[in-house]
T-cell receptor, first 115, second 118 residues
Framework: GAGVSQSPSNKVTEKGKDVELRCDPI?????LYWYRQSLGQGLEFLIY????????KSGLPSDRFSAERTGGSVSTLTIQRTQQEDSAVYLC?????????????FGPGTRLTVT | AQKITQTQPGMFVQEKEAVTLDCTYD???????LFWYKQPSSGEMIFLIY??????QNATEGRYSLNFQKARKSANLVISASQLGDSAMYFC???????????????FGKGITLSVRP
């Protein structure tokens, strides 16, 4: 079946511009996560959506970052007034809900470069 | 304090030999899960193996096994019979709480680079 998809795969933007990154989770997965991976680093949690519950936004680095998830499926991560330190690979993951700690399935990521 | 620590520098292993990648963790939650992911140069994150804090046996998945030492808070990944395709970055990650809920985020270590020599 189809995995997690993300678009665009690459995005180059000028400092100060807004960007939107899109994530399509695996069909039927109720949990959706956004992570950021800076060059040579591990993944940093940004935000987590679970069904209709309020999202866990505890990882968002500033109020320039926001995310929404429409209809319990597609999610958009928005970065306003981009800065050079926002350059990173943004990874989306999804997992099914349940009492078994299912692994998270990751998308291919969006590489964001802020010039 | 770091929750997941991976301190090994780049690791090298000869093809067909076994290699151990180290991971230590820190949590006060008695319920947690430990994951290993592989990230090849292409960038995708590939799930390898999972160990729950209450699991009595060490997890195994094919050539991957997890050496879980709860008292030492370590969860080392063992790859047996290394293959050239195992060359990648390997990340250890932890999820606090075993039920899908508010603590479902994964906390990752900084990763270890493994190179398999022919």
């Amino acid at each position: 079946g189809a995995g997690v998809s993300q678009s665009p795969s690459n995005k180059v933007t000028e400092k100060g511009k807004d960007v939107e990154l899109r994530c399509d989770p695996i069909s039927g997965h109720t949990a959706l996560y956004w992570y950021r991976q800076s060059l040579g680093q591990g993944l940093e949690f940004l935000i987590y959506f679970q069904g209709n519950s309020a999202p866990d936004k505890s990882g968002l680095p500033s109020d320039r970052f926001s995310a929404e998830r429409t209809g319990g499926s597609v999610s958009t991560l928005t970065i306003q007034r981009t800065q050079q330190e926002d350059s990173a690979v943004y990874l989306c993951a999804s997992s099914p809900q349940g009492y078994t700690p299912y692994e998270q399935y990751f998308g291919p990521g969006t590489r964001l470069t802020v010039t | 304090a770091q929750k997941i620590t991976q301190t090994q520098p780049g690791m090298f292993v000869q093809e067909k030999e076994a290699v151990t990648l180290d991971c230590t963790y820190d949590t006060s939650d008695p319920s947690y899960g430990l994951f290993w992911y592989k990230q090849p140069s292409s960038g995708e994150m590939i799930f390898l193996i999972y160990q729950g804090s209450y699991d009595q046996q060490n997890a195994t998945e094919g050539r991957y096994s997890l050496n879980f030492q709860k008292a030492r808070k370590s969860a080392n990944l063992v790859i047996s019979a290394s293959q050239l395709g195992d060359s990648a970055m390997y990340f250890c990650a932890m999820r606090e709480g075993l039920v899908a809920g508010a603590n479902s985020k994964l906390t990752f270590g900084k990763g270890i680079t493994l190179s398999v020599r022919p």
